[in-house]
């Protein structure tokens, strides 16, 4: 009887990561990340969107290169009432595949974005991978 208590007390202290992971949102969204970088002209307008700056080159004539790395929204609200629901219906079980996968999912979830600018720091090209 204490083991089978024991293995509930560990699965409900998981219950819920999956559906918490799955709703929540660190990055930005890529069709918000479009719209904005369209918005911006300088480059502390791209800065201000947060990347992480991968690399900068300054070319020979005077133009500076630089490589972004954003993070991509991956919050889905069906997502989540679907890890909710194989949660209640597993009562919890469903907690040890889905935490794991949703970990993986917001890892992989990235856009990098290369800009070119002109000796005044202004956009002079744009371009999304």
């Known amino acids: 009887m204490r083991r089978l208590f024991l293995a509930l007390?560990?699965?409900f202290c998981l219950y819920g990561c999956?559906?918490?992971m799955a709703a929540n949102s660190e990055g930005i969204n890529p069709l918000e990340l479009q719209k904005s970088i369209s918005k911006c002209d300088?480059?502390?307008c791209i800065l201000?969107?947060?990347p992480k700056v991968i690399s900068s080159v300054k070319n020979s004539d005077g133009t500076i290169s630089e490589e972004y790395r954003f993070h991509i929204d991956t919050g889905a609200i069906s997502r989540s009432v679907m890890h909710g629901l194989l949660d209640v219906a597993t009562i919890g079980l469903w907690e040890i595949a889905g935490t794991p996968m949703e970990a993986k999912r917001k890892n992989t979830s990235i856009i990098f974005l290369k800009v070119t600018y002109d000796k005044d720091e202004?956009?002079?090209r744009t371009d999304i991978r």
Do not use: Q, T
Request: net charge positive; no cysteine; aromatic share 6%.
């Open 18 to 20: 999956s559906v918490y």
């Open 48 to 50: 201000l969107l947060g």
């Open 42 to 44: 300088n480059r502390n």
């Open 122 to 124: 202004k956009i002079l």
């Open 9 to 11: 007390a560990v699965v």
